[in-house]
């Protein structure tokens, strides 16, 4: 059996990790590329939205590399992605790739006796034992933790760094090590050491960054190439910013606690109280709290086509008035240019960045008693 899975983030970093811990060895294809969009998006419906075009595009290209099994998590929502395991499979047999499929329902969806039946199947190679499985599982999950917190103390230090790129260097770097790391331990050392790096980067606290939010659909939030990279992008901008939909987010609703993404949960939120598909009802929840917390403005990024988050823009807009959030919305298309996001990204934060040194300068004048000649302040 050779095992792939379709490339969503770190998804192939980790999943490489934890399979060759338990001498199970993967296929992993290439990285997502503007070519194989146009692969994906040959064969694939016209309407689907772009995360379905890149992956069936890496599992053709997992197949020609000898794969033979996908597993791919199919959690019947919340939306269409958890649908798309039972339909890349009509599509890629109907091509010719005949897989076998491990489609890792919810245990809500298929029992708990099935879908323990479906993992241990997924594991059914590997010659350690139960015991020794599950702990490389629950270890892995901490490799997961520790390179979130590397990502999140670099997306805030990004805006401080006093030689510019100090911290995209330190993660681009850590990631690269994780490629060749030959199991869980010496993932974790790759990553604290970096973490360690990371906090000795000189950094200027006089700078006063932009603090902003950035969120959207899943998928484009987790894998680099669906984004355009914006991650880097606004850490060559020196903006500090935080992003909370991440792998281990989506490890931690769906798998850990099932029912923190329930509807009560997040009844509190009256823009939109309910769920709508996709995590759109969570994208509204960034907004408030982006707007509590007192972030400077929010990132919303999708790709075309995605429905639920196209409902949470127009709730956006509503907050924006209500709340004077200051919201902008990056939908990306299947072009491959980046001029135009670049630009409307740069003036945002332009934008921001003018609004917040007026503030500055008025509540300095304020304090020394001058009066103020905008209106507003
Ligand atoms: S959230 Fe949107 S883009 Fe993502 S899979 Fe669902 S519909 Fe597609």
Redesign the pocket.
Known sequence: MKITFPHIGDAHLIGRIFFSEIGIEIVTPGANTLKGLETGSGVSPDE?????KLMVANLMEAYRLGADTVIMPATMG?????E?GELLKSILDSRGYPFQWILLDSFEAIGKRELLRRLTHVVSDSDKGKAQILRALLETYQVIKALERLDQRAHILAGYERSKGDCKKEVAACRRELGDASGIREAVRIIRNHLDRLEKVELDYDKKPLQLLLTG????MIEPFANHHIEELLMDMGVSFEKRVTLGWWIRRTVINPFQSKDWFGRRNRYLPYSI????KETVEEGVICSRKGYDGIIQV??V?????IVAKAVFARMMREKKLSVLTVIYDEMGGEAGYITRIEAFVDMLERRKRERTKQEKAKKEGKKSVLPGY
């Open positions: 689907i939205c772009i995360p379905f919340p939306c269409r992605l958890g798309y659909e899943i998928f484009s598909g996709g995590y759109a999708f790709p086509g995605c429905m639920p988050e």
